[in-house]
């Protein structure tokens, strides 16, 4: 078990990395963090990490603790079954009970490490070249006014589509991309950049671990692979953007609990309720572009 020093040092590092690389997209604004290409929709209104205070506060705490929360594996995630004080992550007890930091501050640094390690999978299992995909072929998911009554357009290679009726092969992977990613997003909500920004990091911290090589030929791997690392990221950035992601997390259900209750009477409201309510955001995330008749 790694001891508190190596704990702290590592949790420098990526801190120093996140914080490192910001300082980089500052210099050089890469597409996604530029303020007027904030693409948001569902009426959410969004700043970039580079103007946004609190969330760069709460990616520095996430930073230095995730070697923390990786240490502790399991038990850094809460427990079913157990009270609301017990039923804490390593991390919460760390922030409220010895830095005296507000519960509000620990749920949002709790949610900050689980997307990043969410993203991070969705990254490494292949979604940044579905990104790519995205991008390359114009795959666009937009609201022209920003307004969460505004119905969303969608597009496939400048070609306005119906997202209920499209069978190309390139739209649907697109749409299983938006599916996704929408369950990460929804659950960090406005908190999805320091969240993408911390995976990145610990992304570029990883190339230290390489042992294979060394030198000055362990430098120019790492030199030759760090750009790769970021573009991936930028790429998928971008085409969570593209896509309609950023505000999907306001969004309203087209049946809300009442009518649909009215329709489906006999699901008691409980779990298989929720199931039901779960499925029609689904269905609203792959299908963008339908009606409450669809």
């Known amino acids: 078990v790694p001891n508190s020093l190596f704990l702290c040092n590592s949790g420098l590092n990526l801190l120093r990395t996140a914080h490192d690389h910001l300082c980089d997209c500052k210099d050089h604004t890469p597409l996604w963090c530029e303020a007027g290409h904030c693409m948001t929709t569902h009426g959410f209104k969004e700043s970039t990490l580079l103007t946004d205070d609190e969330a ?8 230095f ?3 923390l929360m990786d240490c502790a594996g399991d038990d850094a995630k809460p427990k079913p079954g157990r009270n609301r004080k017990n039923n804490r992550s390593v991390v919460t007890k760390l922030l409220v009970d010895e830095l005296k930091r507000p519960t509000r501050d620990a749920e949002s640094v709790d949610k900050i490490l689980a997307a990043a390690n969410d993203f991070t999978d969705l990254i490494t299992d292949g979604g940044d070249l579905i990104a790519k995909e995205i991008l390359v072929n114009d795959i666009q998911v937009t609201q022209e006014h920003n307004d969460c009554d505004d119905p969303l357009d969608c ?26 990613t929408s369950k990460v997003v929804q659950r960090v909500g406005h908190l999805w950049r320091a969240a993408l920004m911390l995976s990145l990091a610990q992304q570029l911290v990883s190339l230290d671990d390489i042992t294979s090589i060394e030198g000055e030929e362990l430098e120019e791997v790492r030199n030759e692979t760090r750009p790769g690392i970021i573009e991936r990221y930028h790429a998928f950035a971008a085409a969570m953007q593209s896509l309609g992601l950023i505000g999907i997390w306001v969004r309203k259900p087209l049946i809300d609990g009442g009518e649909m209750k009215a329709i489906l009477p006999k699901i008691p409201f409980g779990p298989a309720f929720r199931d039901v309510m779960d499925e029609q955001l689904n269905w609203m995330t792959v299908y963008p572009s339908g009606s409450k008749e669809g």
């Open 65 to 67: 603790l995730k070697p």
């Open 155 to 180: 597009k496939l290679k400048g070609k306005k589509v119906c997202s209920e009726t499209e069978t190309d092969p390139l739209w649907q992977r697109a749409m299983q991309f938006r599916l996704s």
């Open 56 to 63: 760069r506060r709460l990616l520095w705490y996430a930073a």
